[in-house]
């Protein structure tokens, strides 16, 4: 079984900072992509960044220049540094995986539960 736990939302002030953690754990063989997706109340989900096993990223125009995504492959953990946070940026932050499990040796793709981040004065 394969979970991924998010960490570090909460409130911040507008161009304040905020920094995502997102943890996988439980029977993984390996990961390849690792990503950060948000959510905004009555839009649809939108991808944020990405990350290859390898390093290398990409990022929605949006938050181009103001959040960097990076990971640490031995702690299987994807980060988020977000800073110059605007209002726009207040939604739910979702990370995500492909994994290939210890246990069916099948790639899938996996979520975590959701961490809120709120820009407001």
């Known amino acids: 079984q394969v979970q991924l736990v998010e960490s570090g939302g909460g409130l911040v002030q507008p161009g304040g900072s905020l920094r995502l953690s997102c943890a996988a754990s439980g029977s993984i063989f390996s990961i390849r992509a690792m990503g950060w997706y948000r959510q905004a109340p009555g839009k649809q989900r939108e991808l944020v960044a990405t990350?290859?096993?390898?390093?290398?990223?990409n990022y929605v125009d949006s938050v181009k220049g103001r959040f960097t995504i990076s990971r640490d492959n031995a702690k299987k953990t994807v980060y988020l540094q977000m800073n110059s946070l605007k209002p726009e940026d207040t939604a739910v932050y979702y990370c995500?995986?492909?994994?290939?499990?210890?246990?069916?040796?099948?790639?899938?793709?996996?979520w975590g539960q959701g961490t809120q981040v709120t820009v407001s004065s």
């Open positions: 990350i290859t096993s390898g390093g290398s990223t």
């Open positions: 995500n995986a492909e994994v290939r499990p210890t246990t069916t040796g099948i790639w899938g793709v996996y």
